[in-house]
């Protein structure tokens, strides 16, 4: 079975672009889950959707925003970067329904560097 | 709210052992521990429901209180291929959103040396 996929690997951009990054989950999986990694914080939850819904979502600013389609595949965009947003930001998917608790699956993420 | 993970950070040699803990001020539904290589994903470990069940993983185990809201991580006759940065997740179960969140510690770099 295929794993979590996420594209682009590397992307480079500037301040105040946008920036849209996708996740293609594990085949059945229905929860896809977005985090921000960065050296000394460890994962920071960004946001989490279930059946094309958000159910939860972390502290970010708005120009966080993602969403999910029917095929469960999953889009992250980040609207007016900033150089803090430089971050490898990570996809996971899992068997979670809403009442049972799954492992997550990790991709391998997608290193966003802002210039 | 974020897990807090003791220690930061942990030197070992070859054949020791080590703990590693996670702690809470929520209710816990469940704990989830990852490992994360340098340059690559986190791959899961293993996931404790309340309960205080402990698990086991070859050489390693964890145990989850629940009355502490607290996780061990249990490393023995550690390897070098043990290396890395261990992560906890801790899974609150939001009933007005009727779904589960977990929340991950910043992360124990371990490091093992022949």
């Known amino acids: 079975k295929a794993g979590v996929t996420q594209t682009p690997r590397y992307l480079i951009k500037t301040r105040g672009q946008q920036v849209t990054l996708s996740c293609s989950p594990i085949?059945?999986?229905?929860?896809v889950s977005w985090y921000q990694q960065t050296p000394g914080q460890g994962l920071q939850f960004l946001f989490e959707?279930?059946?094309?819904?958000?159910?939860n979502k972390g502290n970010f600013p708005g120009r966080f925003s993602g969403r999910q389609f029917s095929n469960s595949r999953s889009e992250m965009n980040v609207s007016t970067l900033e150089l803090g947003d430089s971050a490898l930001y990570l996809c996971?998917?899992?068997?979670?329904?809403?009442?049972?608790?799954?492992?997550?699956?990790f991709g391998p993420g997608t290193r966003l560097t802002v210039t | 709210q974020q897990p807090v993970q003791s220690p930061q950070a942990v030197i070992l040699r070859e054949g020791e052992d080590a703990v590693i803990n996670c702690s809470s001020s929520?209710?816990?539904?469940?704990v989830h521990w990852y490992r994360q290589k340098h340059g690559e994903a986190p791959v899961f470990l293993m996931i404790?429901?309340?309960?205080?069940e402990q698990k086991g993983h070859e050489k390693i185990s964890a145990s989850f209180n629940e009355k502490k809201q607290q996780s061990s991580l249990y490393l023995t006759a550690s390897q070098l291929s043990y290396s890395g940065t261990y992560f906890c997740?801790?899974?609150?179960?939001?009933?007005?959103?009727?779904?589960?969140?977990?929340?991950f510690g910043k992360g124990t770099k371990l490091s093992v040396i022949p």
């Open positions: 996971a998917s899992s068997l979670a329904t809403r009442t049972v608790s799954y492992e997550q699956y």
């Open positions: 085949s059945g999986h229905r929860s």
């Open positions: 959707y279930f059946s094309e819904t958000q159910r």
């Open positions: 929520k209710a816990l539904y469940s």
């Open positions: 404790l429901l309340k309960g205080g």
């Open positions: 997740g801790t899974e609150i179960f939001y009933s007005g959103a009727g779904s589960y969140q977990l929340t």
